[in-house]
């Protein structure tokens, strides 16, 4: 099957070599647009399905995996000019793309051409708009396809450090008088206490106004002393004004950093149901728009009524799991799935889409279950999402919009009619199980006298999964939908209302809206992205410390310990699983390929730990250093003590019997001779002497064996001697330093 943006390169021995993009399918999947993704001119060309099948089935054809346009970006690393410029271009292009197939005809792309042109407020030409087009057919036909490409140039557009000396921005003119100043450049200490008053002052339900935080900013955090007036009223004297930030560079400041953030700043003050109801950005249900497969999936969680037991030991009771489904509208194909513990949350959601767009055959096989690939042949991303708006809100869902080309919509509150499809599957789920999984929780569950299902659990995780894909199983290939209302072009092919015949009737014939992804790329796109920095001791993330292959090959962590590392070469961007502390991904520039970087050796002991035990474990050995840290300055105060006690006792025994007589050159000379002097005390008074009491059976042995030993002339010679001669030479050199201090205070 062929679908909308698959490549297809041409090979020709007479030509270059071509790549084109399938840019649109008919509902009859007959006809297909297609575009050089490399041309700097043209237009899109219609190309029968059937003629690029066969070229592909002869060979002249190769339908290519890897995009080379493929950008994978967040949301945190665009400068504000780059989504500047993307979202004023989608604003002119938005009307003209949308119009599909229209906007392939010649005649009528002009139209559209030139309407927009009429709507526009800017002067534009029409050869800047069909430019805008051609990169967005060309580059995969989503919004992040219009960013300019500033990756392959030197300038990430940040904000530039101001110099010490001199003031940033225009001069104040009177900056000369004593009470205005020059004033000061904003530093990075500055933008910590803007942040904490922001959210401290700002972003609370009290609704202060912007004015009113910056002065209790200044109160709690440039203020020099602390005084009481005579009605004991305690009060803080500010620091001279040129010397703290303005309400004007405040603001500034707030404006580049926390107003684009609408649903933080409204949620904040306004609550959560405020945004959702007056200021999210799409609201829609599940009946509009549903052409054909993949037009629209629901998506939605629910806490199973069973309890489970644990895979590692059975007598361990672990809960209710929770249950991920995503189902088709068109076809009510349940396309995902995810049955685990996390959630309802981000990462319970991401495993469900990761399953939407992976292969079924290998995940059922996982679980011991062996399918065809006709039995579950699903493995694509949608054009919309219909969720809640809990999971499908934040960084990590702009991220999957913009890189797979995935429209969120969100229910309204307390709306679950508008995801009745899914919502209306968790109910008959739950009634399927209900009589033969044991530890289903039933309603008397929480009545007075009534049974304890939790103890009745017997399946784990992995059972309760496996009987789950059966479930989907049967659903998918065999469950006859009653309430479902055929078109005009169904009842005419009598195509049956069961949910696999249903989708495989439109990918034939209402094909168009699917698309497909590496894996690894969609998981890449939904995993939670950070900022990593290259150390001498490795790629430190949250604490820990990773290597790879690349970081050993360019000799990344000795530039970092010599110092020749530029400043923006320490800083990596990378996604990572917050499941999985083992590894972390750093994204490439350009956004088509990662570095796979595991942690380091040294810190194996967080091997088989998820990052909230790493994080426990890093937060409670800093809570036992700081505990322990008044015990050893105290420990360390009591030695000082002791120092001082022994220094004043030697001092005073020194002093008493100091003989201020004897010159301080005479005292210098006799060193060696009583170093001397003191090194044979020193040894009489360390020499080992064993005592008989503690060891008589030794003893007692070598007395025996020099009794039974004959004894002879030379051997009583040779053991005496050394004794004799030891003596002798200890006692000559008593009597020569006797001599010596004898003739030495005479001459004195």
């Not at 995009?67 to 989504?83: A, F, M, Q």
């Not at 995503?326 to 959630?343: A, C, K, P, Q, W």
Request: hydrophobic share 30%.
């Amino acid at each position: 099957m062929l679908y909308v943006n698959d490549l297809v390169e041409w090979v020709n021995d007479t030509e270059e070599t071509k790549v084109e993009r399938i840019i649109w399918i008919d509902e009859n999947y007959v006809l297909a647009f297609v575009f050089d993704i490399n041309t700097n001119k043209g237009v899109p060309h219609a190309k029968r399905i059937s003629e690029i099948e066969d070229a592909i089935e002869e060979g002249t054809a190769i339908q290519l995996k890897s995009d080379p346009w493929l950008r994978i970006v967040t949301e945190d690393n665009l400068s504000e000019k780059e989504i500047e410029i993307r979202d004023k271009i989608w604003k002119i292009i938005a009307l003209i793309v949308e119009q599909e197939p229209e906007v392939y005809d010649r005649k009528l792309r002009g139209s559209l051409v030139n309407e927009a042109i009429a709507k526009s407020t800017d002067k534009i030409a029409k050869k800047t708009i069909y430019g805008y087009l051609r990169k967005y057919w060309q580059r995969g036909k989503t919004k992040n396809s219009l960013l300019p490409d500033y990756s392959n140039s030197g300038g990430k557009g940040k904000t530039r450090k101001a110099s010490n000396s001199i003031k940033r921005g225009r001069p104040r003119k009177y900056k000369k008088v004593a009470e205005i100043g020059e004033g000061i450049n904003i530093t990075e200490e500055d933008l910590k206490i803007f942040r904490i008053a922001i959210s401290k002052f700002y972003n609370n339900r009290k609704g202060n106004f912007l004015t009113t935080a910056y002065e209790l900013m200044l109160k709690d955090y440039y203020s020099e002393e602390t005084v009481y007036d005579e009605r004991g009223v305690r009060k803080s004297v500010l620091i001279p004004p040129d010397k703290r930030p303005t309400i004007r560079q405040f603001r500034y400041w707030y404006d580049k950093e926390h107003k684009p953030d609408i649903k933080k700043t409204v949620s904040s003050r306004r609550g959560s149901r405020a945004f959702a109801l007056k200021h999210r950005a799409i609201t829609a249900t599940s009946k509009q728009e549903t052409i054909g497969p993949g037009s629209r999936y629901q998506i939605d969680a629910t806490i199973a009524d069973v309890y489970l037991v644990s895979k590692y030991n059975r007598n361990w009771i672990i809960g209710r799991p929770v249950v991920y489904l995503i189902i088709d509208v068109f076809s009510r194909m349940i396309t995902g799935v995810y049955v685990g513990l996390e959630g309802p949350s981000w990462l319970g959601m991401m495993m469900a889409l990761v399953n939407a767009a992976t292969d079924k055959v290998k995940y059922c096989a996982e679980y011991g279950i062996e399918i065809t690939p006709k039995q579950w042949q699903v493995h694509h991303v949608p054009e919309v999402i219909l969720g809640d708006r809990g999971e499908l809100a934040g960084k990590n869902v702009e991220t999957s919009i913009n890189n797979l080309g995935i429209r969120i919509e969100n229910a309204a509150p307390y709306r679950g009619d508008q995801k009745g499809i899914v919502e209306r599957h968790f109910k008959t789920m739950h009634g399927r199980v209900k009589p033969f999984i044991p530890g289903y929780v039933d309603v008397d569950f929480t009545q007075r006298g009534g049974k304890d299902y939790r103890l009745d659990g017997k399946l784990n995780l992995d059972e309760f999964t496996k009987a789950i894909i059966y479930l989907i199983l049967e659903h998918n290939n065999n469950h006859y939908l009653n309430d479902y209302q055929r078109d005009t072009e169904m009842i005419v092919d009598d195509v049956e209302t069961v949910p696999k015949e249903l989708w495989q009737w439109g990918i034939a014939n209402r094909s168009g809206r699917l698309k497909t992804f590496p894996e690894d790329i969609v998981k890449l796109n939904l995993m939670p992205s950070g900022r990593a920095t290259i150390t001498a001791k490795g790629i430190k993330f949250k604490k820990l410390h990773y290597t790879c292959e690349k970081a050993r090959r360019e000799q990344w962590f000795e530039r970092a310990r010599s110092g020749t590392l530029g400043k923006n070469q320490k800083y990596l961007d990378i996604s990572y699983d917050p499941r999985q502390p083992e590894y972390i991904y750093i994204r490439s520039s350009d956004g088509k390929d990662y570095e796979k970087c595991s942690i380091i050796d040294f810190e194996a002991r967080y091997t088989g730990k998820t990052w909230e035990e790493i994080e426990y474990l890093l937060v409670y050995e800093q809570l036992q250093k700081q505990k322990y840290k008044g015990k050893e300055t105290q420990t360390k105060v009591n030695l000082m003590a002791e120092f001082e006690n022994i220094v004043e006792q030697a001092t005073a025994s020194t002093d008493a019997v100091l003989d201020k007589t004897i010159s301080n050159s005479k005292k210098v000379k006799g060193i060696r001779d009583n170093r001397a002097f003191e090194k044979e005390k020193r040894r009489e008074d360390e020499a080992f002497e064993l005592s008989k009491d503690e060891l008589p059976s030794s003893v007692d042995r070598i007395e025996e064996i020099s009794e039974s030993k004959p004894k002879t002339v030379s051997d009583n010679t040779l053991s005496d001697q050394p004794k004799q001669k030891t003596k002798s030479f200890k006692r000559k050199k008593l009597e020569a330093l006797k001599r010596n201090r004898l003739r030495r205070s005479i001459e004195d």
